[in-house]
């Protein structure tokens, strides 16, 4: 990873701190004050991809603990986030859970999921490791299309997900996104706050150690493999409980809502945010969710004025998305985040020019 040289940390304190420096603290500030005033002056449509911009960057989080922090890529984030919504169904339905209750048993059942495809594929590395999780992905989509699990699958009408509830306690359909909205800030905010402390144990130091190096890592005693399982499985917790409260959003779930497609996309999230940071998956979200429905509204748009050119709005889309990431990571390999890290160094350095 890159910063700029000079001293930054006077104490081992500071170092480890969860904000090192008052700039944070102050974006901090402003993001949670957007966020929390946010439904007083947004529309049922951009509350909707609020919501799924939120729910997305809990997914992505998960993957830049496992690409950004231990090195380690998966192309089935996609799958396990299928396994995670089908468990919190069931055991929603069949078994009368609320929300969150089905929501962490969905993310225990996809770490598990996790686990038991990580023994083989964490034996492989690179992109070897991204065909052996590329397969896994089709196969539990293939397992959830069998006709023996149908009953409990339901992949011909689409499973419909019970109301969302918590702790006994129904959710208005009025008040539907206000609370979606507010349930995942907070459950966003311990998701990062989870990461953050985990890095800063350690485990977190071992999972840094095995990205950075993981053959010295071992020859220093660190079991390579079971760090690269035990980020496998929480990354795969994580990828479950956001297709569980996607499910439950959504109201209705089939299989194909989490194909191929969802798992590259949160890959994209995390290189095109910044891989190794905190924050970067989020940003990543952002872009990845805001930016096609955009393109989608400025293609649908031009299809109106044209409509000759109507059957070419869905390739333009693509290919103008296409465009914009090759741009992102050409102007800033290091993702979005590095144009905040000049920023945080400029004022760092201020009022000299360099440190």
């Known amino acids: 990873m890159h910063r700029p040289g000079g001293v930054y940390s006077t104490s081992y304190a500071r170092e480890i701190a969860l904000l090192q420096v008052p700039l944070e603290k102050i974006a901090l500030a402003l993001g949670l004050a957007v966020l929390l005033a946010w439904p007083a002056v947004a529309g049922p449509f951009a509350m909707t991809l609020t919501i799924f911009v939120l729910i997305a960057a809990i997914g992505a989080t998960g993957m830049g603990l496992l690409l950004g922090f231990t090195g380690q890529i998966s192309l089935a984030h996609g799958g396990f986030m299928a396994v995670g ?3 919190a169904a069931n055991v929603g339905t069949l078994a009368g859970f609320d929300m969150v209750s089905a929501a962490v048993m969905g993310g225990l059942a996809a770490a598990g999921v996790g686990l038991f495809f990580g023994v083989p594929a964490l034996r492989n590395k690179g ?9 896994g992905q089709f196969i539990i989509l293939f397992v959830l299309y069998l006709p023996v699990l149908d009953p409990w699958t339901k992949t011909v009408k689409g499973y419909l997900m019970p109301e969302p509830s918590v702790l006994g306690l129904g959710v208005p359909y009025a008040r539907r996104d206000l609370f979606f909205h507010y349930f995942l800030v907070v459950v966003g905010a311990v998701a990062l706050l989870f990461v953050k402390n985990l890095l800063r144990s350690r485990i977190g130091r071992a999972f840094l150690a095995v990205r950075d190096n993981d053959i010295v890592a071992e020859m220093l005693g660190v079991n390579i ?41 949160y890959v994209f999230m995390v290189v095109i945010g910044g891989i190794g940071r905190l924050w970067g998956p989020v940003l990543g979200a952002v872009i990845v969710v805001l930016i096609p429905e955009g393109l989608r509204l400025l293609t649908a748009h031009v299809g109106a004025i044209f409509p000759a050119y109507v059957v070419y709005t869905e390739q333009a889309k693509l290919i103008i998305f296409g465009l914009i990431v090759i741009v992102l990571l050409v102007a800033e390999p290091r993702g979005v985040i590095a144009i905040w890290d000049k920023v945080k160094s400029y004022f760092q350095a201020w009022p000299y020019r360099y440190v």
Request: proline fraction near 2%; charged fraction near 5%; aromatic fraction near 26%.
């Open 85 to 87: 919504a089908y468990t």
């Open 127 to 135: 992109i070897y490791l991204a065909l052996t999780t590329f397969a």
């Open 225 to 265: 493999f079971a760090y690269k399982l035990m980020a496998f499985g929480v990354s795969a917790f994580y990828a479950g409980f956001t297709g569980a409260l996607f499910a439950y959003y959504a109201e209705s779930i089939l299989p194909e809502h989490f194909n191929i497609f969802v798992s590259i996309n």
